[in-house]
């Protein structure tokens, strides 16, 4: 352009300049008006003066220092327009920014001659915009303006991070609408219909920068001016959390129908559990009162039985003998009834000790083997390493044969039976909320199986699937409650026509003690002796009869029907009374406490117990304390002679 020698000092301060300069590029003169020489914080003699460019340069901050070097290097090589907004420190030392707007001045020969421009103070400008940079970054909202016909945008920085872009004052619109996900309408449109004032909408991203995704919300207003185009100013917020949180109500307003039905099901199944467990406290609580005072009559009953049969010689007519044996086979069944009802009632004498499982399990192969049809294929399988229980050896016997014998029974026709047991460890995220070590013994048959409703009686005592005769309903019962009463639990499973599957759970014996066997039965000698005994019994007719079967092997009896009368006689200088035969439960002082206090004033005193329910009194979550000797009600003859005497021999 040609040089233009009217452009005056007046006039480019006319224009709305804060100051001016006017650089002659041949004579390398820079002249500044007042108010640039204000701003450059410089004397008002340099007004006008000759300007050297190292004091242009020394005022600007060091950081745009070199970018405004080459900027004006380009000026004075031949570019045409200049527009850089750069710091320069004020007199006060502090800095201030500045927008400087310029142009070149060519000779007839296109060489740039002149380099004029305006210094516009921009500070407060600056200020602000970085005012709501911090407003925007912090409430997370990004800016932007689209105007009509462009394939650009003017955005905020807070707008790029939202999209995961590069910090930048414009960008394509192709680049933004290319973030959102496929299907989706733009965030930026390129055309809006006329009638439109505002655009709403929610859009999902991918982010550029780390390809998650995202959501964005935009609220967007077009401007129209009198002429056909228009611009659309909006912004953007990222709305993902709630999103989220949409999602997740839905879900859960989705599936609130089913988990509703679902917490039914556990509630009703709660219930039933319930109810079952206190149909089966009741039970047992009246089973095992029965037992108690049906044990007491079987005392008298076979005790009796046995003296006659003792007593007949060998003379006698055998219609009699064999009415005695068939009587004491019928006293015994009864027996063995009642012992049913209070291992089912879990309040039986358990005689726990450390037990190896593998081998008191596979030594009953051959009894379980007798038991069984020669039509039934057994398969019995303990896993190496299998881990101790404390368990009643010969109790644990009984289950296990029980199981086998109503296995059989379910296979008329014959089939398969195994027995396995296994160790299992259990977490507290079980359903029924278990959690431990256990040896799990499994009888599983191929029978006829049961239903559903045969299932929840099954473990009823007297509830029975054979034919009138065959059994008596007790034996699952039995196993229910010596498995419950040793700690562990019963699980039961089966189908009608494919077969029955009961799984018996005993906790695992942390210690290190030597497994223990059940020692073979042996008969031992009737013991006799000369000591003094004292019978303590509240029903008459048992501590009659107990007292004579002791009179028969030789021994000095005392007696009484409750434990004051027994302190009593024990307190009594001129008896010396070597061992306490008592009964347990008895009215106003049990027997136990009744053993407490006779060991207080003779310490060498020993003890007997018996009884046929000796509830808690001397039992120990089922168990019998340690030191404590039961002899189990009814007893025979045999029984109590070789207790007695082992008891005194100690």
């Given amino acids: 352009m040609a040089e233009d020698g009217g452009l005056s000092h007046a006039a480019l301060v006319t224009a709305g300049a804060s100051g001016s300069w006017d650089w002659d590029i041949a004579a390398d003169e820079l002249r500044i008006d007042a108010a640039f020489a204000e701003l450059y914080g410089l004397e008002r003699g340099k007004v006008g003066a000759a300007l050297s460019t190292a004091t242009f340069f020394s005022r600007i901050h060091r950081d745009d220092r070199a970018r405004m ?24 030392g502090s800095f201030r920014w500045m927008h400087g707007r310029g142009q070149s001045h060519f000779s007839a020969q296109d060489e740039p001659v002149r380099f004029t421009g305006l210094l516009v103070d921009v500070t407060e400008r600056k200020r602000a915009e970085e005012r709501l940079r911090v407003a925007q970054s912090a409430g997370g909202v990004g800016t932007f303006e689209y105007v009509d016909g462009f394939a650009t945008a003017s955005v905020s920085d807070e707008f790029c991070r939202l999209l995961g872009l590069h910090p930048a004052s414009v960008l394509p619109i192709r680049t933004v609408n290319g973030l959102v996900r496929p299907g989706s309408a733009p965030i930026i449109p390129d055309s809006i219909d006329p009638a439109t004032t505002q655009l709403l909408g929610e859009f999902e991203v991918v982010r550029s920068s780390d390809g998650a995704l995202r959501w964005v919300a935009r609220r967007g207003e077009v401007v129209r001016n009198d002429g056909p185009g228009y611009r659309f100013i909006g912004v953007i917020y990222d709305v993902t959390a709630s999103k989220q949180a949409e999602a997740r109500l839905r879900d859960l307003n989705d599936s609130l129908e089913r988990r509703v039905k679902e917490e039914i099901a556990v509630r009703l199944r709660a219930e039933e559990a319930l109810l079952q467990s206190q149909k089966m406290e009741a039970i047992g609580q009246l089973a095992s009162g029965i037992a108690h005072d049906f044990n007491n009559l079987l005392t008298i009953i076979t005790g009796n039985v046995e003296t006659v049969g003792r007593r007949l010689d060998e003379q ?33 004498a358990l005689i726990a000790k450390p037990t190896d499982m593998a081998v008191l399990l596979t030594g009953m192969s051959d009894l379980v083997t007798r038991s069984i049809s020669e039509t039934i294929a057994i398969h019995i399988h303990v896993q190496p390493g299998l881990w101790w229980c404390e368990i009643d050896q010969h109790q644990l016997e009984n289950a296990v044969l029980n199981l086998a014998v109503n296995a059989r029974d379910a296979m008329p026709d014959g089939g398969s039976l195994s027995i396995e047991a296994r160790n299992l460890s259990l977490d507290a995220q079980e359903p029924n909320g278990r959690s431990g070590d ?77 497994p223990v066997l059940a020692a073979p039965a042996t008969n031992s000698d009737m013991g006799h002796g000369a000591e003094t005994i004292l019978v303590v019994e509240d029903d008459d007719d048992v501590r009659a009869h107990t007292v004579d079967l002791l009179r028969e092997l030789g021994y000095r ?94």
């Avoid at 086979?329 to 009802?341: F, I, M, Q, V, W």
């Avoid at 034919?467 to 498995?483: D, P």
């Avoid at 207790?643 to 100690?650: A, G, M, N």
Wanted: aromatic residues 6%.
């Fill in 69 to 92: 070097k080459i900027a004006v290097a380009g000026m004075l090589g031949g570019a045409e327009r200049f527009s850089k907004e750069f710091r320069i420190q004020a007199a006060d």
């Fill in 316 to 348: 006698a007519d055998p219609r009699i003998r064999r009415a005695i044996d068939n009587a004491m086979k019928g006293a015994e069944r009864a027996a063995a009834l009642t012992h049913r009802l209070l291992a089912f009632s879990r309040r039986q």
């Fill in 438 to 514: 256990f040896v799990v013994i499994t009888v599983v048959d191929t029978g006829t199986g049961m239903s559903p409703e045969t299932i929840s009686k099954v473990f009823d005592p007297f509830f029975t699937t054979k034919e009138v005769g065959k059994g008596t309903g007790l034996g699952l019962s039995m196993v229910y409650g010596f498995v419950t009463q040793s700690g562990g639990h019963v699980d039961i499973q089966s189908t009608l026509g494919k077969g029955t599957r009961i799984a018996l759970h005993f906790p695992r014996l942390l210690s290190n003690e030597e």
């Fill in 557 to 650: 009896v005392l007696e009484a029907h409750d434990g004051d009368t027994a302190l009593r006689l024990l307190a009594r200088p001129d008896q010396d009374v070597q061992l306490l035969l008592t009964d347990v439960v008895m009215p106003a002082m049990s027997g136990w406490e009744l053993a407490k206090a006779a060991r207080s004033e003779q310490p060498q005193l020993k003890v007997l117990f018996t009884s046929g329910y000796p509830r808690d009194a001397i039992l120990k979550n089922g168990q019998l304390e340690p030191g404590i000797d039961l002899l189990p009600k009814p007893f025979s003859f045999a029984a109590l002679s070789e207790r007695i005497r082992s008891q005194l021999d100690r």
